[in-house]
């Protein structure tokens, strides 16, 4: 039986694509703010999930709401409503700026639709989005066009047209990037 970082991360390395670096670790538990790897090692998770499960490891009253609703229902498409996701719209809604909501699976998704909605709903010639440089976005196309960070570039080429890269702290170039084509700054 598989039970060291060693034995999982090789196992990993036969059957994933290399799109991460990955740290020569398994997790397998985790408990508020604390992971432990399969070597028995503990962690305090900084990370979050890359800053999207900031919420910890295994709470209490998260871990009984989530097994309460895969009781329940655990998937529908959005071709239909479901109530916890309205009522979640509504509570979004309800404190924040917003009047409507977007539900996405990841940064990246959030990231596309934001790059659709500035494109849609700018005026004609309006299509240019400015990011800056060393800046991540996603993995999706049009995310790593905006990324500011050529090593995602690789391989992907011809990428979307219409991304604009600012140097990163310098609030002069970014001024100047802007023109009349410029939808949005990501």
Not at 26 to 39: I, T
Request: net charge negative.
């Amino acid at each position: 039986m598989t039970s060291t970082n060693t034995a999982w991360t090789a196992r990993g390395d036969q059957v994933f694509i290399g799109t991460y670096n990955r740290f020569p670790a398994a997790m397998v538990s985790g408990k508020g703010c604390w992971l432990r790897d399969a070597d028995g090692k503990e962690y305090l998770d900084f990370l979050a999930g890359i800053a999207v499960c900031s919420l910890g490891h295994c709470h209490p009253d998260i871990t009984e709401a989530i097994c309460r609703q895969a009781g329940e229902l655990v998937h529908v498409s959005n071709l239909f409503h479901t109530i916890p996701q309205i009522e979640l719209a509504e509570l979004l809604t309800a404190n924040s700026f917003a009047d409507r909501v977007f539900m996405a699976n990841s940064g990246a998704e959030a990231n596309e639709a934001a790059i659709k909605l500035a494109r849609i709903h700018s005026n004609a010639g309006r299509y240019e989005i400015i990011s800056l440089t060393g800046s991540f976005h996603g993995r999706t196309l049009a995310t790593v066009a905006a990324t500011g960070q050529t090593r995602f570039h690789r391989g992907f080429e011809p990428l979307p047209h219409g991304f604009i890269h600012a140097e990163f702290g310098d609030p002069a170039a970014l001024a100047g990037l802007v023109n009349e084509r410029t939808c949005a700054i990501l």
